[in-house]
């Protein structure tokens, strides 16, 4: 039952990783809002960048979804 | 999978249940069982389905393409675009390659998108396989194209020699860590959107008539599943690319 719970534990402290990728994504569509401000003709060609960034980003917190997962039934 | 059969409660489900893989005729060979399984099948369907769009859109070949042929002739340009983007001139032979691998990853995610499918890409051997071939690719091609010159893209240029002890090392694990990189990036995002499509589906029916709620979600996710179907495909295309580039124009 131990193992259990720390199993348990592990897989909350594992998640904590998400926090990275939620400022990490704030960055990257704060940083498309004020590039848009600045030059709206600009938009098409920052929105396929940031898109890029924000798949990049995401898959950060995906990797510490898969370790949660990992560990709770691996 | 809600189960149907009257006996609610009693069986339990799990939301990795789906990427299961059941064997549908099974090949024995010396090195052990090659079955022909689900995951196999979803990847006949794709390769079909790329094969038959590909040749049926430009059969009929008009100076003003129906839509079909317009979808074709984008996809195309797309990667043509990518490529010359960051590989520039050098990149055009790489182009059946990486049209390919994007086509596989595009139409793999959007077959595992229709319900009651499977997602082959959710599965690390399946990406890794893949993030293999152009890792090994690639690192073929430097040393092809450049002999041993190749590993001066381990030195990063302008900096004094005594940080080369330090940065060489990091250089050398951030190349091999790219294809662990590549496929975990697909397969987490794979993995992780269709847990979270199950769990949330596994909401609806125990809230009773506040089953709308998640149900309204699980629309709204299933769009953004496809964005990222999309996406997962076009960054695994764009790092191809831009590995491709690294190999070629050393820096």
Redesign the interface.
């Known amino acids: 039952m131990e193992l259990e719970a720390a199993k348990v534990i592990g897989a909350g402290l594992a998640v904590i990783g998400v926090i990275g990728s939620g400022i990490g994504m704030g960055t990257v569509f704060g940083a498309f809002i004020t590039a848009v401000g600045r030059n709206p003709a600009a938009r098409n060609e920052v929105f396929t960048m940031t898109?890029?960034g924000?798949?990049?980003v995401?898959?950060i917190a995906?990797?510490a979804?898969?370790i949660a997962?990992v560990i709770l039934?691996g | 999978m809600a189960s149907t059969d009257g006996n609610h409660g009693t069986e339990k489900h799990?939301p990795?249940e789906q990427f299961e893989i059941t064997p549908y005729a099974h090949f024995e060979t010396g090195i052990g069982d090659l079955a022909f399984t689900n995951s196999s099948l979803a990847m006949v369907i794709t390769v079909v389905v790329i094969i038959l769009f590909l040749t049926i859109a430009v059969n009929t070949r008009s100076l003003i393409p129906s839509r079909m042929q317009l979808i074709s002739e984008m996809s195309y340009n797309f990667i043509a675009q990518l490529l010359n983007d960051t590989v520039g001139d050098q990149g055009k032979k790489y182009f059946p390659f990486v049209f390919a691998i994007f086509m596989f990853v595009l139409i793999g995610n959007m077959v595992g998108m229709v319900p009651y499918s499977f997602t082959f890409t959710s599965h690390i051997i399946v990406t890794f396989a893949l993030a293999a071939v152009v890792f090994i690719g690639v690192t073929f091609l430097g040393f092809a194209k450049h002999g041993l010159h190749f590993f001066s893209f381990f030195v990063v240029p302008g900096l004094p020699w005594y940080m080369l002890p330090i940065l060489i090392p990091i250089e050398v694990i951030s190349y091999l860590a790219r294809p662990i990189?590549l496929s975990?990036?697909l397969?987490?995002?794979m993995?992780?959107g269709h847990?979270l499509l199950k769990v949330f589906a596994g909401f609806v029916v125990p809230l009773g008539f506040l089953g709308i709620v998640p149900l309204a979600f699980i629309v709204a996710l299933t769009g953004l599943e496809i964005l990222?179907a999309f996406?997962?495909a076009?960054?695994f295309a764009?790092l191809t690319c831009l590995y491709i580039n690294d190999a070629i124009n050393l820096h």
């Open positions: 898109m890029l924000f798949a990049l995401e898959a995906l990797f979804l898969v997962l039934f | 799990s990795l990189s975990v990036r397969f987490a995002n993995l992780a847990t990222i996406l997962q076009y960054v764009i």
